[in-house]
């Protein structure tokens, strides 16, 4: 197996022993980067806030189950020293990954694109309009190329776990304050906690709150690979994404703005133009994290390409959409993206954990002749299909049966029960066959 010995371009291939040095420490701070958001306060907004303490159970609960998965996501990769999408080839085989490629690719573009609106609209809003939103979005294009050609290393050593992190940790209290202590609008904690219009229920707002942590499954391992220790990045991205999730999601929750620009204009306003800038600057983070691992998506098809064209490619493409296209229905994308990443990772941890028992030598996830598993796709389109049916945004909503168990509980279990009992039919086949020509031999 050819590992990766030159650091100036991160491929699909293993990684070398000498690149794999971020500590515990440096996924606790980078999983807390990135679980930190504007868009996360905007998501906990649709939360309802009828009955404050099942809104915070289901934050709590939701930020656990989806940073677990998170973690054991990033381990196949920490285990292996591969990114993301190699980690999906033996689930769904080398042909399916490519499908999968696509799928990521269109959900990272996605997220770049909000992203970039929002940095750009804050900046903007920062500036008091002195600087219009188009020029934010090619500044920050340019400081977002400038970071994925440091790559994850120097950014999470030099940049997040030295400054970055601890000083959005500081202006995350000091808002979460501010906001319990009714500094918003003149309004006090119980107007606040009354403000929010949703009448989801408690496994929709669950639905909600894992959506956030799933979608950075396809991307955890691109950098958790470069981890010194499996048990400790698994602990690092645990802690870290599960306590920042939380305490965005509760934030919105409180804050009860759906708005985006809103928020800005609440948080400019109200938690002074420190705040914002600062919740600016770790935005960035996000935005490279989607464009980063685009192009490591993009690398499973063709790997020859040194990433640095790829993500100046993703980033021009990121900054012309947020041009162009406006922000709305949020709420939406996130439910879509459960529908998609909930079953796939549902599967991809089975087959990695359950079928496999994690015991599985790199070269399986090069195997060519491992091409597509239909049994897979087939577990993946309906435990889809099951969310989308279940889901607030579907036309063919049930709607007492999904505010009883909502959509992604279902749709991870009827993934995983129709996977498991597909691969033991073809265990059993196989065994047949096998028993059938050992008799005829026999003969």
């Known amino acids: 197996m050819k590992f990766l010995e030159d650091n100036s371009d991160f491929g699909i291939n293993p990684l070398d022993k000498k690149y794999k040095v971020l500590s515990g420490k440096n996924f606790f701070v980078l999983w807390s980067s990135l679980g930190i958001g504007l868009l996360v306060i905007s998501a906990g907004s649709f939360i309802s806030s009828s009955n404050l303490s099942e809104a915070i159970i289901a934050i709590i609960v939701g930020s656990i189950v989806g940073s677990v998965l998170l973690a054991l996501a990033g381990k196949i990769g920490s285990d292996h020293s591969i990114p993301s999408i190699v980690s999906m080839r033996p689930a769904f085989g080398l042909h399916g990954s490519y499908f999968l490629t696509i799928l990521n690719i269109f959900q990272l573009i996605g997220w770049s694109t909000f992203e970039i609106t929002i940095l750009s609209k804050a900046a903007n809003i920062f500036s008091n309009g002195y600087i219009d939103f188009h020029i934010w979005s090619i500044v920050f294009g340019i400081v977002i190329i400038l970071f994925c050609?440091?790559?994850?290393?120097?950014?999470?050593?030099?940049?997040?776990?030295?400054?970055?992190?601890?000083?959005?940790?500081?202006?995350?209290?000091?808002?979460?304050?501010?906001?319990?202590?009714?500094?918003?609008?003149?309004?006090?904690?119980?107007?606040?906690?009354?403000?929010?219009?949703?009448?989801?229920?408690?496994?929709?707002?669950?639905?909600?709150?894992?959506?956030?942590?799933?979608?950075?499954?396809?991307?955890?391992?691109d950098y958790n690979r470069f981890a010194k220790k499996s048990k400790n990045a698994f602990l690092g991205t645990f802690i870290g994404f599960s306590i920042t999730n939380c305490l965005f999601y509760v934030i919105g929750l409180?804050?009860?703005?759906?708005?985006?620009?809103?928020?800005?204009?609440?948080?400019?306003?109200?938690?002074?133009?420190?705040?914002?800038?600062?919740?600016?600057?770790?935005?960035?983070?996000?935005?490279?994290?989607?464009?980063?691992?685009?192009?490591?998506?993009?690398?499973?098809?063709?790997?020859?390409?040194?990433?640095?064209?790829?993500?100046?490619?993703?980033?021009?493409?990121?900054?012309?959409?947020?041009?162009?296209?406006?922000?709305?229905?949020?709420?939406?994308?996130?439910?879509?993206?459960?529908?998609?990443?909930?079953?796939?990772?549902?599967?991809?941890?089975?087959d990695y954990y359950i079928i496999r028992k994690g015991r599985i030598s790199v070269e399986k996830f090069y195997e060519k002749n491992n091409r597509i598993k239909i049994s897979s796709f087939f577990s993946f389109f309906v435990g889809s299909i099951t969310y989308f049916i279940l889901s607030p945004i579907s036309p063919l909503h049930v709607e007492d049966f999904a505010l009883n168990i909502?959509?992604?509980?279902?749709?991870?279990?009827?993934?995983?029960?129709?996977?498991?009992?597909?691969e033991l039919l073809i265990k059993k086949v196989k065994l047949k066959n096998k028993e059938y020509s050992t008799d005829k031999k026999i003969e």
């Open 406 to 422: 909502g959509s992604t509980i279902p749709s991870i279990a009827i993934s995983i029960i129709v996977f498991l009992v597909i």
């Open 149 to 221: 050609i440091l790559g994850p290393l120097k950014i999470v050593k030099q940049w997040l776990t030295k400054f970055a992190v601890w000083v959005v940790y500081g202006s995350t209290i000091i808002m979460l304050i501010n906001i319990i202590l009714g500094g918003v609008n003149n309004l006090d904690t119980a107007s606040l906690i009354n403000s929010g219009s949703s009448d989801f229920s408690f496994f929709n707002s669950l639905d909600l709150v894992i959506a956030m942590p799933l979608s950075w499954l396809p991307l955890v391992a």
């Open 254 to 350: 409180l804050l009860g703005i759906s708005d985006i620009f809103a928020i800005l204009l609440a948080i400019q306003t109200f938690f002074y133009g420190f705040v914002l800038l600062v919740l600016i600057v770790d935005e960035v983070d996000n935005v490279f994290a989607n464009i980063f691992s685009s192009a490591m998506s993009f690398k499973n098809i063709y790997n020859k390409i040194n990433y640095k064209y790829l993500v100046v490619c993703f980033t021009i493409v990121g900054v012309v959409l947020s041009n162009l296209i406006p922000i709305y229905q949020y709420e939406n994308f996130l439910l879509i993206i459960g529908a998609l990443f909930a079953p796939l990772f549902a599967i991809v941890l089975t």
